[in-house]
């Protein structure tokens, strides 16, 4: 009984910010990873970025230096920024809590609804 909340998507223009939040509730013990994939329309969904901890993180090749992901463990929360966003970002986002433990039982992988992020030219 594991879900996942997100928010902040919207429409941006080029070259401006937006900030997507992720909070993972219910009978949670830890979470291995948090991740933030997206899909956009005609193609295949893709992982956008990835945090174990605040020192292991990984990004697609075409985020790096313009998104950054944080999370909370206390508040089993993850928080993608995404700065100078240009409109081939435009997607629908996905939260995901990969490796979910429940007091002792591994629940496997858990993901959002999805969020639109629109970035006009």
């Known amino acids: 009984q594991v879900q996942l909340v997100e928010s902040g998507g919207g429409l941006v223009q080029a070259g401006g910010s937006l900030r997507l939040s992720c909070a993972a509730s219910?009978?949670?013990?830890?979470?291995?990873?948090m991740a933030w994939y997206r899909q956009a329309p005609g193609k295949q969904r893709e992982l956008v970025a990835r945090?174990?901890?605040?020192?292991?993180?990984n990004y697609a090749d075409s985020v790096k230096g313009r998104f950054a992901i944080s999370r909370d463990n206390a508040k089993n929360t993850v928080i993608l920024q995404m700065n100078s966003l240009k409109p081939e970002d435009t997607a629908v986002y996905y939260c995901?809590?990969?490796?979910?433990?429940?007091?002792?039982?591994?629940?496997?992988?858990?993901w959002g609804q999805g969020t639109q992020v629109t970035v006009s030219a």
């Open positions: 945090i174990i901890s605040g020192t292991n993180t």
């Open positions: 219910g009978s949670i013990t830890s979470i291995y990873a």
């Open positions: 995901a809590a990969l490796g979910v433990m429940s007091y002792g039982l591994m629940r496997g992988d858990y």
